[in-house]
């Protein structure tokens, strides 16, 4: 991973604009000595050529081809904006801007080092939260404190058995635990309340959030009324926030129930089988389940090879992410010449963090009423290289 010291830190730093925010990271990139006078014109040339917005409100403004000789030393200097600046296309605000000062190919590593650390669940929360210059580097290099990471399933989790008059009591006792414990913020809590959760079937519910997550938690809240949300009956809600993968052995073996059709036996255990249930080892689905799954799920899949002489860096990823968000199918992507796990085809910065390089297999899996027409357009887009040309 790329060395960061706390001198590359600018904490509570303000600017009118990406442009004002650019010059000064610029600034601090020359007076370090990474790069010479003039790099921050190529800086803001790339911006103007696409914006270096990944999400969650960071941003990685770097320079061109054009100026790599103006690179003295590979680098970065990170300024966090309290505020925001407002820096995506749609006029996404970014906490946390990463300067980059990179010669020859050597930043597309850096890119994917940085996208990798920054695509972990909760990230964008903790930057926004930034104080100190320890909180950044450890938000940078990935690091995340055991005590937040540390994810238990106990009796304080449960509320079992009680009266409700509504979907929507269950859905406030749950956020209202979850804050207690300090594991979520208002946001989490807003747009739980704010969104109706996913029916999983035989009366249980589920919903979490893409923001306000500060730690990993679950709360669970079982009514003995006669309830039903539009014509489905309601007995359980799960609620869970995740910041990492702690909590996947939880929502596997969600899955595993869903998909044997036993979430029964959640609404009828006693509080040491259901914590027993959510946590305790299951056999992974065989390859035939979960192809059937697919199947059952209306889902598509098409593979593409990545013509790009320098791989999916930003500038086609970002090509990629908007094409994909013109569909209404759910769309996800996998390497299969990585890792092979699949990542939101939304989502620019899980994408760069695939690492994919030329010649790499993507596998894309499509479901939802337009999912052939989206995979044809993908494979398109594709062939004729994203925008760069091939």
């Not at 970065?76 to 820096?87: K, L």
């Not at 903790?126 to 937040?148: F, N, P, V």
């Not at 996913?198 to 809240?221: C, E, P, R």
Request: charged fraction near 20%.
């Amino acid at each position: 991973m790329f060395h960061l010291v706390k001198e590359n830190i600018h904490l509570n730093e303000q600017a009118a604009n990406k442009t004002e925010a650019i010059k000064k990271i610029a600034a601090a990139l020359t007076s370090v000595g990474f790069v010479e006078q003039g790099y921050v014109e190529g800086m803001l040339e790339r911006e103007s050529q696409a914006a270096t917005y990944l999400g969650i409100g960071i941003a990685i403004p770097h320079g061109t081809t054009k100026t790599r000789h103006l690179v003295k030393k590979t680098g970065v200097q990170v300024f966090c904006f309290p505020n925001g600046v407002e820096w995506g296309d749609d006029g996404e605000k970014a906490y946390l801007a990463i300067g980059i000062a990179a010669s020859s190919d050597e930043h597309l590593e850096l890119l994917r080092q940085l996208t990798h650390v920054l695509s972990a669940d909760g990230v964008e929360e903790r930057i926004k939260a930034i104080k100190t210059a320890d909180e950044a580097i450890a938000i940078l290099t990935g690091k995340t404190s055991a005590e937040d990471s540390q994810f238990v399933v106990d009796s304080s989790s449960l509320l079992l058995d009680i009266p409700a008059d509504s979907l929507a009591m269950l859905q406030a006792l749950n956020a209202s635990r979850l804050k207690q414990q300090n594991a979520v913020n208002t946001t989490f809590i807003t747009d739980v309340l704010d969104n109706k959760p996913n029916y999983l079937g035989q009366g249980v519910w589920l919903n979490d959030s893409k923001t306000g997550n500060v730690k990993n938690a679950i709360a669970i809240s079982r009514t003995t009324s006669n309830l039903s949300e539009d014509g489905n009956p309601v007995k359980l809600l799960i609620t869970m926030s995740a910041i990492d993968d702690s909590i996947s052995g939880v929502v596997n073996n969600i899955a595993s129930l869903v998909f044997n059709q036993n979430l029964e036996q959640l609404v009828s255990a006693n509080a040491d089988k259901l914590i027993n249930l959510l946590v305790a080892e299951q056999q992974a689905l065989t390859e035939n389940t979960v192809s059937q799954a697919s199947t059952n799920n209306g889902a598509l899949t098409c593979e593409f090879i990545v013509p790009n002489e320098n791989g999916l860096h930003t500038r086609p990823s970002s090509v990629l992410v908007k094409l994909v968000k013109e569909f209404n199918s759910k769309v996800t992507v996998a390497n299969l010449d990585g890792k092979g796990e699949p990542v939101s085809a939304t989502s620019l910065m899980k994408i760069v963090a695939l690492g994919a390089k030329k010649g790499s297999r993507l596998q894309f899996t499509a479901v939802g009423d337009d999912a052939q027409q989206v995979l044809d357009a993908i494979g398109k887009a594709i062939e004729s290289g994203l925008g760069e040309g091939v």
